[in-house]
């Protein structure tokens, strides 16, 4: 009878162990959705701000944006690119009956309460093969892919983040 309860007790533990691993998986991405995407071809293109996105095939992945080139304050032009500021933070991408749906994260479930409303609802457009993205501030922008692939540093940070999952 005592091999029966702990039988049970650890089919029971087993399940539950499923359910968080579960929860920690991302549904896969349609391949058209994985790479590399950008609104220039770099965060350092042209004089706009930019954005990246890398997305693997579980949906983790990478988002990062550049402001414009900063300005010399005389007005002169050195002929050189004014440097930008650069952020970055892992997301979870989700593919939902509207589109594409990504979200910041933290790793090891730190989610604070405004992180967790933020969220970037994307559009995939076959025709013109882009992603069409809304901030949470309520900008849009959009996205060409520039590549199948994610480049090596990003793939290692993602992997990186990955590994310190709970």
């Not at 499923?18 to 959705?33: I, K, Y």
Request: aromatic share 6%.
């Amino acid at each position: 009878m005592f091999s029966v309860i702990c039988l049970k007790r650890a089919q029971v533990l087993v399940v539950c162990g499923c359910l968080h691993f579960s929860a920690h998986a991302a549904d896969p991405l349609p391949a058209n959705l994985t790479g590399t995407w950008g609104t220039g071809k770099s965060l350092y293109d042209g004089l706009d701000k930019q954005t990246e996105m890398y997305l693997l095939a579980d949906g983790f992945g990478l988002l990062a944006g550049s402001t414009t080139p900063a300005q010399r304050a005389d007005g002169s032009d050195d002929g050189k690119p004014g440097p930008r500021a650069i952020i970055g933070f892992p997301v979870r991408a989700n593919v939902t009956s509207d589109g594409l749906l990504v979200k910041p994260f933290l790793p090891n479930g730190v989610q604070s309460a405004k992180l967790e409303k933020a969220s970037f609802p994307c559009l995939y457009s076959v025709t013109s093969q882009t992603l069409t993205c809304n901030a949470p501030t309520g900008e849009t922008f959009t996205m060409r892919r520039r590549s199948e692939a994610v480049p090596e540093d990003a793939l290692r940070t993602i992997t990186e983040i990955k590994g310190s999952i709970d």
